[in-house]
C-alpha cells in the first residue's frame, strides 16, 4: 500500500496536470519584424496588418479557400450600374465597450479618404462619393463609377472599422488600438514583443487560448530553438537549411503553402543610368533569379512581371528573363554605362532572408562589372527613408504580399509621384484607369495583362520570383492559419492540445 502522503501528491499532481493542459493558455509566436504602427489606416506595411488583424475587423474577410466572406457585413448587394453598394451590418461592440453600428463604417471611410490622414491607400477609395447611413445596421456607399475591386480593398486590413467615437477625439490608434477584433492589446514592448489578450466579448465567439505572444527575434536560428524547446509555438522565419530539421522533429510540423510575394530587387528609375529601361533588363539579365529563390528563399517560382507566380492576370507570353550575362554586358555598354558604375544597395533589417538575396545580387552583379555598396538599416528607417520619404536607395530587396485584386498590387504605378521605384507611363496610367472602373471581366484581363507586359519590358524591378510560404508550428497547435494572399495572423480558432 502506498503511504497516505505519496497518494495525495500523486493524486494533486494528476489534478494538477489535467488543469493545465484544459485550460486556455498562451500562444508564442516569433517573427522577424514588428509593425511600425498600429493605425491600420496609416500603413503599406505587411506586418503591420499582421498585428492589426487581431484588434480590428473589417466589412468583409478572406476566407481559408481564398473567397471574400461575410465578417462585420452579413450581407451585401450591388446596384445594376455598379454605382449603389449597400452593406447590412451584424451587432458587435467595440473593446471600449461602446456599440458597432452603420456610423462607425461611415466614420472610418471618410477617414480613409481625408488628405489629413495621409493613408497610403486613399487611392482606393477615391472612387466613394459618398457614404451614408441608412438606419443603424445599413450603409449605403454612393460611387462615382462601378469599381470591380472595392470589395477586394473592402476585405483587406487597411480597410479596418474603427470606432467613431475615437475617430473624432482624435485618438492615438497607432499604440491604443481599438476595434471589434477577438483581442485587445495588453502590452507593446518595442523590439522586443507584444502581448495580446482574448476579447470574451467577440462577436464570433470567445478565442480559445487566455491570450497570444508575439515575440520579435530575426535570427532564424533562434526561432527554430524557441519552437524546439517549447518556448514559442509558431515560427515564422525557418531558414532553408533548417527544414529538414523541422521535419525530422515529431514534435513539430512544417506548413509549406502558396504565397502571393512577388520578391523583387527595386529599382530607383529617378537615379541615373537606372532610368533606362535597356539597364534595367540589363539587370535582370545579370541575374539568376532561381538561385536568388534557392539560396535566400528556400526554392520558389521565377517571376517576369510584378505578379506573384501562378497569377490569372498574368500573360501567357510574360516569362521569367532567366540569366544571360553576355546580353546583359552588352544593353549595359549600349546604354553608355560607365565601367566604374556603383550601387547603393539599402537592405531591411530584420529580414535576414532579403539581406541574403541582396548579396547574392551584389555578387551576380559584380560578373559584369557593376560594384553594390550594401547597407543594413533599421525597419523603420527602410519603410520611412527608402519606401517613404526621400527614397534614399539606388537598389533595395522586399517581397510585396498578394492583393486580392490587381488593382491593389498595380495601382500607382502609372504616376512616377505614386511609388516608391518613381516608375511612370502614361499607357499603363490609361490601362490602370480603365481596369479600376471596367467590371467587364474580359476587359480588365486585357488591360491589367498589358499593364504586366509593359513591367516586364521596362522592368522597374529585378524580379525573384514567389516563395512557399513556410512556417513551423509545435504539434499541440491547432487552428493556426494565415489568410492567402495578405500574409496575416488568424489567432481566432487557436486551440493548445
Given at each position: 500500500m502506498q503511504p497516505r502522503v505519496l497518494?495525495?501528491?500523486?493524486?494533486?499532481?494528476?489534478?494538477?496536470?489535467?488543469?493545465?493542459?484544459?485550460?486556455?493558455?498562451?500562444?508564442?509566436?516569433?517573427?522577424?519584424?514588428?509593425?511600425?504602427?498600429?493605425?491600420?489606416?496609416?500603413?503599406?506595411?505587411?506586418?503591420?496588418?499582421?498585428?492589426?488583424?487581431?484588434?480590428?475587423?473589417?466589412?468583409?474577410?478572406?476566407?481559408?479557400?481564398?473567397?471574400?466572406?461575410?465578417?462585420?457585413?452579413?450581407?451585401?448587394?450591388?446596384?445594376?450600374?455598379?454605382?449603389?453598394?449597400?452593406?447590412?451590418?451584424?451587432?458587435a461592440s467595440f473593446h471600449d465597450g461602446t456599440t458597432f453600428d452603420a456610423s462607425d463604417v461611415v466614420a472610418t471611410i471618410?477617414?480613409?479618404?481625408?488628405?489629413?490622414?495621409?493613408?497610403?491607400?486613399?487611392?482606393?477609395?477615391?472612387?466613394?462619393?459618398?457614404?451614408?447611413?441608412?438606419?443603424?445596421?445599413?450603409?449605403?456607399?454612393?460611387?462615382?463609377?462601378?469599381?470591380?475591386?472595392?470589395?477586394?480593398?473592402?476585405?483587406?486590413?487597411?480597410?479596418?472599422?474603427?470606432?467613431?467615437?475615437?475617430?473624432?477625439?482624435?485618438?492615438?490608434?497607432?499604440?491604443?488600438?481599438?476595434?471589434?477584433?477577438?483581442?485587445?492589446?495588453?502590452?507593446?514592448?518595442?523590439?522586443?514583443?507584444?502581448r495580446l489578450a482574448a476579447n470574451p466579448a467577440y462577436f464570433l465567439g470567445a478565442p480559445n487560448i487566455e491570450g497570444v505572444t508575439v515575440r520579435y527575434v530575426g535570427d532564424s536560428a533562434l526561432q527554430l530553438q524557441a519552437l524546439r524547446t517549447g518556448e514559442a509555438h509558431v515560427a515564422t522565419a525557418i531558414a532553408t537549411a533548417d527544414l529538414p530539421v523541422v521535419e525530422a522533429d515529431g514534435n513539430l510540423r512544417l506548413v509549406r503553402e502558396p504565397s502571393g510575394l512577388a520578391l523583387v530587387a527595386s529599382l530607383n528609375t529617378r537615379r541615373p543610368y537606372l532610368d533606362d529601361p535597356r539597364v534595367r533588363r540589363a539587370l535582370n539579365l545579370a541575374v539568376d533569379e532561381q538561385t536568388v529563390l534557392n539560396v535566400a528563399y528556400g526554392g520558389g517560382t521565377p517571376i517576369g512581371t510584378f505578379m506573384e507566380a501562378g497569377s490569372p492576370w498574368t500573360p501567357a507570353d510574360v516569362m521569367p528573363f532567366g540569366q544571360d550575362l553576355n546580353e546583359a554586358r552588352a544593353l549595359l555598354d549600349e546604354a553608355g554605362v560607365p565601367d566604374d558604375w556603383t550601387l547603393d544597395m539599402a537592405l531591411p533589417q530584420p529580414y535576414e532572408s532579403h539581406i541574403t538575396a541582396g548579396q547574392v545580387v551584389q555578387d551576380m552583379l559584380g560578373d559584369v562589372g557593376i560594384d553594390v555598396n550594401v547597407r543594413v538599416v533599421e525597419w523603420g528607417v527602410w519603410l520611412s527613408e527608402v519606401y517613404g520619404g526621400p527614397r534614399d536607395f539606388d537598389v533595395t530587396v522586399i517581397g510585396h504580399t498578394g492583393k486580392l485584386d490587381p488593382t491593389g498590387r498595380l495601382d500607382g504605378y502609372g504616376q512616377p509621384s505614386?511609388?516608391?521605384?518613381?516608375?511612370?507611363?502614361?499607357?499603363?496610367?490609361?490601362?490602370?484607369?480603365?481596369?479600376?472602373?471596367?467590371?467587364?471581366?474580359?476587359?480588365?484581363?486585357?488591360?491589367?495583362?498589358?499593364?504586366?507586359?509593359?513591367?516586364?519590358?521596362?522592368?522597374?524591378?529585378?524580379?525573384?520570383?514567389?516563395p512557399d510560404r513556410t512556417y513551423a508550428v509545435r504539434a499541440e497547435v491547432d487552428g493556426f492559419w494565415m489568410t492567402p494572399l495578405l500574409d496575416s495572423f488568424d489567432f481566432r480558432e487557436v486551440s493548445l492540445n
Amino acid at each position: 500500500m502506498q503511504p497516505r502522503v505519496l497518494r495525495l501528491t500523486l493524486t494533486f499532481i494528476l489534478a494538477f496536470t489535467l488543469t493545465a493542459w484544459t485550460s486556455a493558455e498562451r500562444l508564442t509566436l516569433v517573427t522577424d519584424a514588428q509593425p511600425d504602427t498600429l493605425d491600420p489606416h496609416v500603413t503599406s506595411a505587411t506586418s503591420a496588418f499582421q498585428h492589426t488583424k487581431s484588434f480590428y475587423d473589417t466589412l468583409v474577410e478572406v476566407g481559408r479557400d481564398g473567397s471574400i466572406q461575410p465578417l462585420l457585413a452579413t450581407d451585401w448587394s450591388v446596384s445594376d450600374d455598379g454605382l449603389t453598394w449597400r452593406f447590412e451590418l451584424t451587432e458587435a461592440s467595440f473593446h471600449d465597450g461602446t456599440t458597432f453600428d452603420a456610423s462607425d463604417v461611415v466614420a472610418t471611410i471618410q477617414r480613409l479618404q481625408a488628405d489629413a490622414t495621409g493613408s497610403p491607400k486613399a487611392s482606393e477609395y477615391a472612387v466613394i462619393e459618398a457614404v451614408v447611413a441608412v438606419g443603424e445596421r445599413t450603409v449605403e456607399m454612393q460611387l462615382a463609377a462601378p469599381a470591380p475591386a472595392l470589395l477586394a480593398t473592402l476585405a483587406s486590413g487597411w480597410s479596418a472599422i474603427l470606432p467613431s467615437e475615437k475617430i473624432a477625439s482624435d485618438h492615438d490608434f497607432a499604440n491604443e488600438p481599438v476595434g471589434t477584433g477577438a483581442f485587445t492589446l495588453e502590452r507593446w514592448t518595442r523590439d522586443s514583443d507584444m502581448r495580446l489578450a482574448a476579447n470574451p466579448a467577440y462577436f464570433l465567439g470567445a478565442p480559445n487560448i487566455e491570450g497570444v505572444t508575439v515575440r520579435y527575434v530575426g535570427d532564424s536560428a533562434l526561432q527554430l530553438q524557441a519552437l524546439r524547446t517549447g518556448e514559442a509555438h509558431v515560427a515564422t522565419a525557418i531558414a532553408t537549411a533548417d527544414l529538414p530539421v523541422v521535419e525530422a522533429d515529431g514534435n513539430l510540423r512544417l506548413v509549406r503553402e502558396p504565397s502571393g510575394l512577388a520578391l523583387v530587387a527595386s529599382l530607383n528609375t529617378r537615379r541615373p543610368y537606372l532610368d533606362d529601361p535597356r539597364v534595367r533588363r540589363a539587370l535582370n539579365l545579370a541575374v539568376d533569379e532561381q538561385t536568388v529563390l534557392n539560396v535566400a528563399y528556400g526554392g520558389g517560382t521565377p517571376i517576369g512581371t510584378f505578379m506573384e507566380a501562378g497569377s490569372p492576370w498574368t500573360p501567357a507570353d510574360v516569362m521569367p528573363f532567366g540569366q544571360d550575362l553576355n546580353e546583359a554586358r552588352a544593353l549595359l555598354d549600349e546604354a553608355g554605362v560607365p565601367d566604374d558604375w556603383t550601387l547603393d544597395m539599402a537592405l531591411p533589417q530584420p529580414y535576414e532572408s532579403h539581406i541574403t538575396a541582396g548579396q547574392v545580387v551584389q555578387d551576380m552583379l559584380g560578373d559584369v562589372g557593376i560594384d553594390v555598396n550594401v547597407r543594413v538599416v533599421e525597419w523603420g528607417v527602410w519603410l520611412s527613408e527608402v519606401y517613404g520619404g526621400p527614397r534614399d536607395f539606388d537598389v533595395t530587396v522586399i517581397g510585396h504580399t498578394g492583393k486580392l485584386d490587381p488593382t491593389g498590387r498595380l495601382d500607382g504605378y502609372g504616376q512616377p509621384s505614386e511609388n516608391y521605384v518613381g516608375f511612370g507611363d502614361s499607357d499603363v496610367a490609361e490601362w490602370l484607369a480603365e481596369g479600376r472602373s471596367n467590371a467587364d471581366p474580359e476587359v480588365r484581363q486585357a488591360v491589367y495583362g498589358d499593364v504586366l507586359r509593359r513591367m516586364h519590358a521596362a522592368p522597374p524591378f529585378v524580379y525573384f520570383g514567389t516563395p512557399d510560404r513556410t512556417y513551423a508550428v509545435r504539434a499541440e497547435v491547432d487552428g493556426f492559419w494565415m489568410t492567402p494572399l495578405l500574409d496575416s495572423f488568424d489567432f481566432r480558432e487557436v486551440s493548445l492540445n
